[in-house]
C-alpha cells in the first residue's frame, strides 16, 4: 500500500490539529502547498511567524493588538461609557463587522465551563469589575453566546455586576439558542444589539 513521505505525515499531523481541519483538508493543504512556487510557501510561514511573534493581548479590553493597546481603546470617537462584554477575540470581530457598536469591549477569554474545569477566576472578570469602576461604565452589555456556557457566564456577571449600579443589558432576539457569536451573520449580530434587554 503506497504512502505518503515521512515529512508529508508529519505535516498531517500537525495541520489536523488546527481547528475545523480533518485528514482529507491536511492532505488538500499539503498537495497545494506542494503546486505553488516555494516562495509563496516561505511567505505563509514569515505571515504565521509574524502573527505568532507579534499578535498580544490588549491591556486594556484582551483583544487582539499588536501594540500595548488595541486599535479600538485607542479610538477617541468610541463611546467609552459603553462597554460589551464578549467571549473571545473573533466576538468583537463579528460585531465589528455589523458597523452598529461604537462602545468598547471587554473579552473575557473563555466562558464559564464546570465541565472543563473553568470558573469564573479562569476569566478575565477581576479586571473587568476594576474597569468599569476606574473607567466610570455606564452599561455593560452582555454578549456571550447563548449555549449554556454562555448563559452561566451571563448569570454570573450579572450576579457580580449589579452591586456596583452600572446598567445592564444582555444581547436580545436573532441569535438562535445554542450558537456562537463568531458563526452569526451581520444583520442578525446588528438585530442582537439594537434589541438588548435590561437584566
Keep these: 500500500m503506497a504512502t505518503y513521505t515521512r515529512s508529508i505525515e508529519q505535516l498531517i499531523d500537525h495541520l489536523v490539529k488546527l481547528p475545523g481541519i480533518g485528514r482529507r483538508s491536511a492532505e488538500r493543504i499539503i498537495a497545494h502547498m506542494l503546486d505553488v512556487p516555494k516562495e509563496e510557501v516561505g511567505e505563509l510561514v514569515q505571515a504565521i511567524s509574524k502573527v505568532k511573534e507579534s499578535v498580544r493581548s490588549c491591556r486594556l479590553c484582551h483583544n487582539l493588538s499588536e501594540q500595548d493597546t488595541c486599535t479600538i481603546c485607542n479610538d477617541s470617537n468610541r463611546n467609552?461609557?459603553?462597554l460589551c462584554v464578549v467571549e473571545r477575540p473573533n466576538d468583537v470581530?463579528?460585531?465589528?463587522k455589523t458597523g452598529t457598536f461604537h462602545g468598547i469591549y471587554h473579552v473575557l477569554m473563555g466562558s464559564i465551563a464546570p465541565l472543563e474545569g473553568k470558573g469564573p477566576n479562569e476569566l478575565r472578570i477581576a479586571s473587568l469589575l476594576e474597569r468599569i469602576t476606574k473607567e466610570e461604565i455606564q452599561e455593560v452589555i452582555i454578549a456571550t453566546d447563548s449555549d449554556t456556557e454562555g448563559e452561566a457566564t451571563a448569570l454570573y456577571l450579572t450576579?457580580?455586576?449589579?452591586?456596583?449600579?452600572?446598567?445592564?443589558?444582555?444581547?436580545?432576539i436573532g441569535l438562535p439558542a445554542g450558537s456562537n457569536?463568531?458563526?452569526?451573520?451581520?444583520a442578525t449580530l446588528s438585530r442582537a444589539l439594537e434589541s438588548r434587554r435590561p437584566l
Design 159 to 172: 450576579k457580580v455586576l449589579k452591586p456596583l449600579g452600572v446598567q445592564i443589558t444582555r444581547i436580545g
Design 93 to 96: 470581530t463579528s460585531l465589528e
Design 80 to 82: 467609552k461609557k459603553l
Design 181 to 186: 457569536l463568531e458563526f452569526a451573520d451581520s
